[in-house]
């Protein structure tokens, strides 16, 4: 097994305001599905780590709990940057993890806490 974490769901209130913020910030596309529980997919390959934007009742954005870091390799300070204009906060602006590359922590135009992460500056 290449990756122990294999999905992941992160919940959201605003389907379409959640799906920008992630599509502007970390530059990736993003595929809605309509139905009973929409969601809006991550793009990724076949051998990615993969995940989606969920708005299920009951579930809710959150800034405790797991921390998901997300790769914007070569492209930090950008990323960091798009995050208060698509509605996010920088929490923490991009800093040394040592040799473990830099990385920003902010919240997501929901409210969850998530980390921009890139092994060079």
Known sequence: ???R???????????????NFYRQV???NIELYGGDEPVAVMEHGPDDVA?????????KPS??????????????GE??????ENGGEVLQ??????PHGHRSIVRDSEGNRIVLHSESE
Do not use: K
Request: negative net charge; charged residues 20%.
């Open 93 to 98: 602006a991009p800093h040394s993890i040592g």
């Open 5 to 19: 974490v294999v999905w992941f769901d992160i919940p959201v209130n605003d389907l379409e305001r959640a799906s």
């Open 63 to 76: 800034m405790q709990g797991p921390l998901l870091y997300f790769a914007v390799e070569g492209r930090l």
């Open 1 to 3: 097994m290449a990756n």
């Open 79 to 84: 990323a960091t940057g798009l995050v208060e």
């Open 51 to 59: 995940g989606c934007l969920v708005r299920i009742e009951g579930e």
């Open 26 to 28: 970390l530059g990736v």
